[in-house]
């Protein structure tokens, strides 16, 4: 069956079954593969994508429950105020290690910061757990989070 | 990822030549430029045991200098860390350098894997070599076409300068002239004073990133190449099961499944074993046809096989004299009996997988007898000969294209994706992109082994450690221990207590096993390090000081039992002493105030050729949950650290990844087979749970060592003492059950 989906602002049709999660439609059929997977069942966060601005777990996601709701993967969430600045904290803090989860994290914390610009760290727990990185750079994921923010990272670790 | 297809056109061809003798290379780059390609003499390596390190440097007549990354990229930083060496050396600015991945090709770049923290130690100095010998060429020219004697030449930011002339060219001016000079002895080109680095101790960002954070094709997931198919692969649940019959033609009935066959394979779990192959136009589509299979499997004895079984049989092992002796200093039977006082404990620890982030995975071709893989993998080399042995062709027809690996942890150092993807490509014969699921992912592991201690130690009246004895329940089949699963006879406390017994028992096992981040240390540093702090409770003193103690005021260098005449190898108590002093001071060590159930625990480890001491403060609720406050880490790799950011993600990196194994991480296994399977039963580290982590290095006059490891296993048992001073509760099995350690 055919499904019309808006992904980084472009109509695309693709002829796919329609429990097909859209994690799978946009890594093999539009070959966009920025999401990741990681676990196939939500729990790691690799593939998240925005439905709307909301952080969605795009193996989680039918292709045929997408409907008019706008796409945004790593690849277009530079082209958002937010996005950019994230993308560029993530650069200047050096986050990734592997980098294989850093898809998801950006686009998380994305989410997080269009809606709440100045996060506490209860906030980050909270929009963030979702998103494993195996290599444990959660440290700088926090700093790079609030650099996007535009605070203070100065006194980070303080105990 | 674009790919280009190589199978008419690669090195591998030219595999065993003459090169692989050659000195120094130099040629000339079609277009004008200098070609620099190095196989360095033994007498140029490190005193470590292994490879030889070639590297590989193009500049180009702009000036700009490409270099190829010579190793596996993990997430350990090395596609940056390594080119760095020869930048500095060849003294040109950082911004001119570009950097490519290169692939498999032993004859160019010699042992190309990421494993052992390695990569620093084996490649210091021969690669800053190769850069110093491109700079004297580059100089020799310089002065060839001045006519004016090398000796009143220097360099900086790529540029040869002739003060008193007030003359220069640029590298990219003299590229050309200096490939056709004769190559300078690498042994005896001249180093830059440490003093002098620009590059070294700078801390630069990784060079993936941008792609990283911009979602570029970079992982081996992410390749794409023409006609390709998708494969998914079920094997037995049962380690060592065979294949009896599956209904293979309901499958291939199935809508987009293009084949689906059934694979037989051997007795190794390290190569192609039994299963079943699913072929199909998209991944989704493989891997949803699994649920329409019926296989039926002849399970085998493995399936007799379960963590209860192994811990009984250990308990039963542990009461008896070990199997065999791995140390025996003094008389520690006869000290322990006259003892002021003996501490007995039995420690455990379980399975552990690597869970790397991105399952494994491997897309391969193979025609003509060729076969050409891309595959996420630490160890190409035994990869291309495991899948030359698969597929029953010459090694040198394998390509193998190295991508970044979403996570190592040492499970890319095993190789059985790699055959898999090419037996099923063989036998579709179409490109295929093997990719397993989470579920097989953690049941097809190669696991971290479990592992049993008896310990007992034996004070005198003053507290002083004076007989100490480990009986450790291990695996293995017959006479050989399990892949990760042995003890060096040098563990510590060897060599500082005068009564001393190590012995080893065996357990039969048929779950396969392997190295995991830090092996053998990430268990062996939870037990002795836990162990020697109940030590110190019992001793009435501090831990910190009882630690101090055991070390000695004076500097001693124990060799280690595995490679006793390599210094680096060895232990030397001075090192640990100064790790240890250092982060007693930044955690402000029982200097601190702490409310009930709050406290700091410290711990020490030697491994990777690195020295770690670190503190963790944890406060525990009542309810026995457990929250890590804060980790202080001190370490030392040696002189230099290459490059500090980097430095500081890893050393953060691998204490919490310690700290993830400790409070939610085991496998279990039941009828011969794996019980978890996916992050909501076997549980990595979230956000949440990460406390900050200070990092501190202490720099001493040795050889750069590696930071992917041995900040790991000092953190796990630090954190156990942490919960022991807050509850007065000992952590003697892992994973931390908090149960256990409730309080009132």
């Not at chain 2, 499997?297 to 049989?313: L, R, T």
């Not at chain 2, 695996?475 to 699963?485: E, H």
């Not at chain 2, 100064?578 to 060590?589: H, I, P, R, Y």
């Amino acid at each position: 069956m055919t499904y019309t989906i808006e992904v980084n602002g472009v109509k695309r049709t693709v002829d796919v079954d329609g429990d097909m999660p859209l994690l799978w439609v946009l890594r093999d059929v539009l070959d966009l593969k920025g999401s990741k997977f990681g676990c196939g069942t939500g729990l790691c966060g690799a593939c998240t994508v925005h439905l709307d601005g909301e952080a969605v777990r795009s193996c989680q996601t039918p292709v045929s429950s997408v409907g008019p709701t706008a796409v945004t993967t790593i690849e277009g969430i530079g082209a958002t105020p937010v996005g950019k600045r994230v993308q560029a904290a993530w650069l200047e803090v050096d986050v990734p290690q592997c980098g294989y989860c850093q898809a998801g994290q950006i686009m998380s914390a994305t989410a997080l910061l269009a809606k709440t610009a100045r996060p506490t760290d209860q906030d980050i727990d909270a929009a963030m757990t979702g998103n494993v990185c195996r290599c444990a750079t959660y440290t700088r994921i926090r700093t790079a989070i609030k650099k996007a923010a535009g605070m203070n990272t100065a006194d980070a670790g303080a105990l | 990822m674009q790919t280009r297809h190589l199978l008419s056109d690669h090195p591998a061809a030219r595999r065993g030549s003459p090169s692989r003798r050659a000195f120094l290379k130099v040629s000339a780059l079609a277009g004008g430029g200098l070609l620099l390609q190095a196989a360095l003499p033994a007498a140029a390596r490190a005193a470590l045991a292994a490879a030889s390190t070639p590297a590989f440097v193009r500049i180009a007549p702009d000036g700009i200098v490409t270099i190829m990354a010579k190793n596996p990229e993990i997430g350990q930083g090395i596609k940056t860390m390594l080119p760095m060496l020869i930048a500095e050396e060849l003294d040109v600015d950082w911004d001119s350098v570009r950097i490519e991945q290169a692939m498999l090709d032993a004859a160019k770049y010699g042992r190309q894997f990421a494993g052992g923290s390695m990569a620093t130690p084996l490649n210091w100095d021969p690669l800053r070599r190769v850069g110093a010998a491109g700079r004297q060429m580059l100089v020799a020219a310089a002065a060839e076409t001045w006519s004016v004697p090398e000796s009143e030449c220097r360099t900086s930011s790529g540029t040869v300068y002739h003060t008193l002339s007030g003359r220069s060219l640029t590298y990219g001016a003299l590229a050309t002239k200096a490939a056709t000079l004769p190559a300078p002895d690498l042994n005896t080109v001249k180093l830059k004073d440490p003093r002098d680095f620009k590059i070294v101790r700078r801390s630069l960002r990784s060079v993936d990133n941008p792609s990283i954070v911009t979602g570029k094709p970079l992982f081996g997931i992410d390749v794409a190449v023409p006609g390709m198919l998708y494969a998914v692969l079920e094997k037995c649940p049962v380690f060592g099961g065979k294949l009896v019959r599956a209904n293979i033609d309901a499958i291939k009935a199935l809508p987009g499944v293009r084949d689906a066959f059934v694979v037989k394979g051997g007795a190794d779990p390290k190569g192609l074993v039994d299963g079943v192959a699913i072929v199909a136009e998209t991944w989704w589509t493989a891997n949803k046809a699994r649920e329409s299979l019926e296989v039926a499997w002849d399970e085998g004895p493995g399936a007799a096989q379960s963590s209860g079984g192994f811990a009984a049989g250990a308990a039963a092992l542990g009461k008896q004299a070990p199997a065999k002796s791995l140390r025996a200093d003094g008389d520690a039977k006869s000290a322990l009996a006259g003892a002021a006082h003996v501490v007995e404990a039995a420690y455990s620890y379980p399975f552990l997988p690597h869970m790397t982030l991105e399952p494994q995975n491997c897309t391969a071709q193979v025609h003509d007898g060729k076969a050409e893989l891309w595959a996420p993998t630490q160890n190409p080399a035994p990869g291309a000969k495991l899948v030359a042995s698969t597929l029953g062709i010459a090694e040198s027809d394998v390509i193998v294209h190295m991508t970044r690996c979403g996570g190592g942890f040492g499970r890319r150092l095993l190789s059985d994706f790699m055959a898999e993807a090419a037996w099923i490509a063989k036998t579709v014969g179409a490109p295929v992109k093997l990719l397993w699921n989470r579920q097989d992912d953690v049941r097809h592991d190669f696991y971290r082994p479990a592992g049993f201690h008896f310990f007992k130690g034996g004070l005198d009246a003053a507290g002083k450690l004076v007989a100490f004895s480990d009986h450790f329940v291990t695996f293995g089949n017959g006479d050989r221990i399990a892949d990760s699963a042995g003890m060096d006879s040098s563990e510590f406390p060897a060599g500082l207590v005068e009564h001393l017994d190590y012995g080893l028992s065996m357990l039969p096992l048929s779950v396969p096993t392997g190295p995991l981040r830090a092996p053998r240390s990430n268990a062996l540093a939870f037990v002795f390090q836990s162990f020697i702090d109940e030590l110190a409770h019992a001793a009435g003193q501090d831990p910190l000081a009882f630690r101090l103690a055991l070390l000695g005021p004076e500097t001693r260098v124990l060799p280690g039992s595995a490679d006793p005449k390599n210094p680096l190898r060895a232990f030397d108590t001075g090192r640990m002493r100064g790790v240890l002093e250092l982060v007693a001071e930044k955690s402000s060590w029982g200097k601190r105030a702490l409310p009930k159930g709050t406290a700091q625990g410290v711990a020490f480890y030697f491994s990777h050729l690195g020295y770690f001491a670190e503190v963790v403060q944890a406060t525990v609720a009542r309810s026995g949950s457990v929250k890590v406050d804060k980790i202080w880490v001190a370490g030392d790799a040696g002189s230099q650290i290459i490059n500090p950011l980097n430095a500081e993600n890893q050393v953060q990196g691998a204490a919490l990844d310690g700290i993830g194994e400790a409070l939610g991480q085991a496998i279990t296994i039941e009828g011969g087979r794996v019980v978890e399977a996916n992050f909501d039963a076997i549980l990595p580290l979230r956000i949440d749970q990460a406390p900050p982590v200070e990092v501190h290095f202490l720099t001493t006059d040795h050889p750069p060592t590696g930071l992917g490891e041995p900040a790991l296993p000092p953190v796990v048992p630090a954190l156990c003492n942490a919960i022991f001073a807050a509850t007065g509760k000992r952590i003697r099995k892992l994973p931390i059950d908090p149960a256990e350690i409730k309080w009132t």
